[in-house]
């Protein structure tokens, strides 16, 4: 019996701008995509501020790129890093990208892979620009990721408030999605149709999943039916 060929994901590291306390729960969510067979970090390895990540190379399997600082204020690491992607892309050998960077800069790369019909997950911090969110197929917020990595372990559990612009986003995706005769919508084309229109994801709220999320929200009920599929329906 053939064995089944996982998806290749590649996951690039801006290691200037990027905390290696993240890299653990990265590597576990980027595991919906496939296999993350190409993990690439890059930086200026001299500085005394890559130590964490140095340290965290031959754990995780991760391969230092160096990049010196040639020219004061002159970031060398943002080309390399696209660079790279495009070559990864353009071989053709890669299913999915993850950018782990709070970098703006990083924004036209994202979409031109998307352009491409290949999902890109970015990781970075809360204060990361909304412009390269977007981007994104999905964003995670690693500070989020973390933590909530952290509560599990401690078995306890702190949901961020779930903001009104979230809330609406929810709402028209449900709005949008095909409703049976009782006002029940599948949870899995709501999820995509918010994740078409918003680089939303649950995690960035502590929930572990999307139902975890849509049980939490007193505005929608929940059905769990034969076919082990999840329906949602707005109950106001």
């Not at 703006?104 to 031109?112: E, Q, T």
């Not at 009920?221 to 034969?226: C, F, L, N, S, Y």
Request: aromatic residues 8%.
């Amino acid at each position: 019996m053939p064995e089944t060929i996982s998806n290749n994901i590649a996951l690039l590291i801006d290691a200037d701008n990027a905390s290696p306390a993240g890299i653990d729960p990265v590597l576990t969510v980027l595991a919906e995509l496939g296999q993350v067979n190409i993990r690439r970090a890059y930086g200026n390895w001299r500085k005394p501020a890559l130590k964490g990540w140095a340290d965290m190379v031959h754990r995780y399997g991760i391969e230092p790129q160096q990049q010196f600082d040639l020219t004061k204020g002159k970031n060398a690491t943002d080309m390399k890093m696209t660079i790279d992607a495009m070559d990864l892309l353009y071989r053709g050998r890669v299913h999915g990208f993850g950018i782990m960077s709070s970098d703006s800069d990083f924004m036209p790369l994202a979409m031109r892979i998307r352009q491409e019909g290949y999902p890109v997950y970015g990781f970075g911090s809360p204060r990361t620009a909304e412009a390269f969110r977007q981007a994104c197929t999905r964003f995670i917020d690693v500070d989020a990721l973390v933590k909530a990595e952290k509560e599990e372990r401690s078995n306890g559990k702190d949901q961020v408030p779930l903001d009104d612009d979230l809330l609406n986003l929810l709402f028209d995706a449900y709005n949008a999605s095909r409703r049976d005769e009782n006002g029940y919508a599948k949870l899995s084309e709501v999820g995509q149709r918010a994740g078409n229109r918003s680089s939303f994801d649950a995690r960035n709220y502590g929930y572990t999943r999307l139902i975890d999320m849509i049980e939490a929200i007193p505005n929608f009920g929940t059905e769990r039916r034969e076919n082990g599929q999840v329906y949602i329906k707005r109950l106001r």
